[in-house]
Nanobody
């Protein structure tokens, strides 16, 4: 049974940092491209960052230089380090695993507010 369990969301002030984690199970983690998406109320779900099994990354322009995606294949976990958070980063963040099928986590709320 495939599971993606996100954690690390919460309330943070503008300029602050959060680290999201996504623990995966039920599939061969190392061959999957892992990604973080986010969805704010009334908006579509957008790609934030993606990392391939070999470690190649790409980012949405809006988060370049502030967010870093990484993965630990030994722990079947993908991370999203978010620095210099802005109110416009506020959204539900979803973990995604993609190879021949695509899987989603349940999401974790990130609130950026003073």
């Amino acid at each position: 049974q495939v599971q993606l369990v996100e954690s690390g969301g919460g309330l943070v002030q503008p300029g602050g940092s959060l680290r999201l984690s996504c623990a995966a199970s039920g599939f061969i983690f190392s061959i999957y491209t892992m990604a973080w998406y986010r969805q704010a109320p009334g908006n579509q779900r957008d790609l934030v960052a993606r990392i391939t099994g070999s470690g190649n990354t790409n980012y949405a322009d809006s988060v370049k230089g502030r967010f870093t995606i990484s993965r630990d294949n030994a722990k079947n976990t993908v991370y999203l380090q978010m620095n210099s958070l802005k109110p416009e980063d506020m959204a539900v963040y979803y973990c995604n695993a993609d190879f021949r099928r695509s899987y989603w986590g349940q999401g974790t709320q990130v609130t950026v507010s003073s």
